[in-house]
């Protein structure tokens, strides 16, 4: 069965930082997607950033990036030059089309203080 | 981007009525809807998977006969809670994908369901 594990709870970070989040899975299968999702107070969920497996360079989306690695099942989020608007809490989630589901982890939970 | 509307974004409804939460893609067709449920501060639990035009598939643990799910066409899914009851007061929300397309999952704004 695929696992998603997100081992922080609740991070803070200075406005204008940097903050890593991170997400481990687990899975047999070689052919996935990757996530990040944000979900801000309103509730909405919003896409950060997408990683294919097959894809070695990691994903990267203005501000946002990514740290895959493969072999360690190991997918990280890091937060550049960190916005208030970035409060939020984000959740790493997982696809295969060998399931077709969306697995998501439980979350981890940040702040941008002013 | 993709436009998923979930209507309603609230609804409070007594106990043992049932509730009807729907889920629109706006601009683009959906085959396959999901349906999660989140409870304060988790993550969010898969309740079903729906595609266009055949039976929705649950995840163990989720009654297909409280939680009925259609999937009537390419851009709405619909999710009835019937006999309502407190315990299925929460948080609902859907998300849908492309047709013949692995992509990312476009959300609804979700529903918020009191059961008084």
């Known amino acids: 069965a695929q696992t998603v594990t997100q081992s922080q709870p609740e991070m803070s970070v200075q406005e204008a930082e940097t903050v890593t989040l991170s997400c481990t899975y687990d899975?047999?299968?070689?052919?996935?997607?990757l996530f990040w999702y944000k979900q801000p107070p309103s509730r909405q969920m919003i896409l950060v950033i997408r990683?294919?497996?097959?894809?070695?360079q990691n994903a990267t989306e203005n501000r946002f990036s990514v740290n895959f690695q493969k072999a360690a099942k190991s997918f990280s989020l890091k937060i550049s030059d960190s916005q208030l608007g970035d409060t939020a809490m984000y959740f790493c989630?997982?696809?295969?089309?060998?399931?077709?589901?969306?697995?998501f982890g439980t979350g981890t939970r940040l702040k941008v203080l002013a | 981007g993709a436009v998923v509307s979930q209507h309603p974004s609230r609804v409070i409804c007594k106990s043992g009525t049932s509730v009807k939460i729907e889920c629109r893609s706006l601009?683009?067709?959906?085959?396959?809807m999901f349906w999660y449920r989140q409870f304060p501060k988790q993550s969010l639990m898969l309740m079903a998977t729906?595609?266009?035009?055949?039976?929705?598939?649950?995840e163990q643990g989720v009654e297909k006969d409280k939680f009925l799910i259609n999937h009537a066409s390419l851009t709405l899914s619909t999710l009835t809670v019937t006999s309502a009851h407190p315990e299925d007061s929460s948080f609902y929300i859907c998300s849908a994908t492309f047709q013949q397309g692995i992509t990312e999952a476009f959300f609804g704004q979700g529903t918020r369901l009191t059961v008084v």
């Open positions: 601009d683009f067709q959906a085959t396959t």
């Open positions: 729906s595609n266009e035009g055949s039976k929705a598939t649950y």
């Open positions: 899975t047999s299968e070689n052919n996935y997607y």
């Open positions: 990683q294919e497996a097959y894809k070695q």
């Open positions: 989630a997982f696809f295969t089309s060998g399931t077709y589901k969306y697995i």
